[in-house]
């Protein structure tokens, strides 16, 4: 139930549990008036009279949707239990004089994320305390399903769900899943209204959306914005292609729904991008698609599977393009193939860029496991591959994420010198067998343009331009062949990562 976050430099994603404290975030919508020069994103503008002097433009009518789809909003309350150190705020009764502090998660997080890995605060020296949290969430079905983000019950031992009606329930939690931040749960109710599912395909950047939640803690607050981007994929090794927008979100609306113009719910709010713990300009929403396939599974099952291929991919930046002959820096690059996994049996080796998927382009290396991600574990796949200067097409039959395979383990791979920077050997046996890989070449010593990248003494030079490596005459041969760069694998312990290097 405690709220989850991703460190990235110096920005944290955080997921929007909490409890209600002091001061909602609700945003004024700058230059929302009813008369304007020209009409907004979606507005509707009415014909000017004759001898008119001004054009009228309307937003959206946020009012309208509020009144018809509001009640569809519920309010959730959470009561649970967490592990915090001994000489956490929490465990001392919070920072205020009364504790208001005391029982909310969202704060509980950042006070742990900022002390970091500090001496005594291990195991040893954690208790559990009771912590409670809100969320948001909306009906999805006249009987009581109702959805809304798997870390707003994480750990849950009591779920209560408030309606706009002030009418209180106990929930059940039928199913969460944490890989797409959903959860489904269930009250003993009839005949209750339910929101209206629209399709993320249809939604439009630059579209007005409008969002209904209990941010710390303040039921039916509404706020609105537009869509800034769609199909984000955030460094988390999420499998959900996000819905940007720049609607104020705050802990509490996790879980709440993201309405278009129509009324129709197109996303779930689940996470913000911040430095100081609250909203500051850039949301995430769940696509309604991804969540309503994890709601069918779960109601039918109880469980929810994921589609698995068994690659760890990396961004092609331009340096690797030029690297690889690619016309522009679009795909996943392959940096790892796990052994045994549909991307194993299918060919795929390290060095490959998969830049499709069933004839959709893959852009950025996040919509590679998004698209994953919506197939079914037994689904076959098209990849559209980019291998050594050409193109090529695989056939995966993808697995279950619960089925287990072994350890990450990259295919043959490549090494060089000269202009590289590099001083480099050949592998001993007894090092090949401790490295886990058939070839390569150890970095004796790095300067020049290696340096800069970042490879360093000891790192193990596996492939070049995805080409496996087995003599410093061929790595020399290859660089003396690229024009711009060239895209080093490299492994350091028992991480394998491609290193662009600019020669020209």
């Not at 890995?117 to 954690?126: A, E, F, I, K, T």
């Not at 305390?129 to 009987?143: E, H, L, N």
């Not at 090529?392 to 990259?410: G, M």
């Amino acid at each position: 139930m405690t709220s989850a976050a991703l460190k990235n430099t110096s920005l944290v994603v955080a997921l929007l549990t909490a409890g209600a404290i002091g001061g909602a975030g609700v945003t004024a919508l700058n230059a929302m008036h009813a008369t304007a020069t020209a009409a907004a994103p979606g507005a509707t503008t009415s014909q000017p009279a004759a001898g008119a002097v001004s054009t009228t433009a309307t937003l959206p009518d946020f009012a309208q949707i509020t009144e018809r789809y509001g009640p569809t909003v519920v309010n959730i309350s959470v009561t649970g239990t967490t592990k915090v150190s001994n000489d956490s705020p929490l465990a001392q009764g919070g920072d205020d004089e009364d504790g208001a502090f005391s029982n909310d998660p969202f704060l509980e997080f950042f006070r742990r994320f900022q002390q970091g890995q500090r001496p005594g605060s291990g195991r040893d020296s954690q208790q559990e305390m009771p912590v409670r949290g809100q969320g948001s969430g909306f009906i999805v079905s006249a009987d009581g399903i109702i959805l809304t983000n798997a870390h707003v019950v994480r750990d849950a031992k009591e779920v209560t769900v408030k309606l706009t009606d002030r009418r209180e329930y106990r929930a059940k939690v039928l199913g969460a899943d944490p890989k797409t931040d959903v959860a489904v749960l269930r009250i003993d109710a009839k005949n209750l209204p339910v929101a209206t599912l629209g399709k993320t395909s249809d939604l439009r950047v630059g579209e007005w959306v409008l969002a209904i939640g209990s941010p710390f803690g303040f039921e039916n607050t509404v706020t609105a914005g537009v869509v800034s981007a769609k199909g984000r994929s955030l460094p988390d090794d999420s499998a959900v292609p996000f819905i940007q927008t720049d609607v104020a979100i705050n802990p509490g609306n996790s879980g709440g729904p993201l309405f278009n113009t129509r009324g129709e719910v197109v996303g779930i709010n689940s996470q913000i991008y911040t430095r100081s713990g609250g909203y500051q300009g850039v949301s995430f929403a769940i696509p309604i698609d991804v969540a309503a396939k994890i709601q069918k599974q779960i109601v039918a099952t109880g469980k929810v599977e994921h589609a698995r291929l068994g690659v760890a991919v990396q961004e092609v930046n331009q340096a690797f393009a030029d690297s690889f002959k690619l016309d522009k820096p679009e795909g996943a690059l392959v940096s790892a193939v796990e052994k045994g996994s549909p991307a194993d049996k299918a060919g795929l080796q390290s060095g490959d860029v998969i830049r499709q998927v069933n004839g959709q382009p893959i852009v950025s290396s996040g919509d590679l496991p998004a698209l994953i991600g919506l197939a079914a574990p037994g689904d076959t796949v098209k990849l559209g591959i980019w291998r050594q200067g050409s193109p090529k097409e695989l056939t995966a039959r993808l697995a279950n994420t619960n089925d287990k395979s072994e350890p990450v383990a990259s295919r043959k791979e490549p090494a060089n010198q000269g202009k590289l920077g590099l001083a480099l050997r050949p592998l001993q046996p007894d090092e090949r067998q401790q490295v886990g890989v058939d070839n390569g070449l150890v970095v004796q010593q790095a300067s020049g343009p290696a340096a800069m990248a970042g490879v360093q003494s000891g790192d193990v030079l596996i492939s070049i331009n995805g080409v496996p490596v087995k003599s410093v005459e061929q790595v020399r041969s290859v660089v003396a062949k690229s024009e711009k760069s060239v895209a080093l694998l490299i492994q350091r312990g028992d991480s394998k990562i491609f290193v662009p290097v600019r020669i020209g």
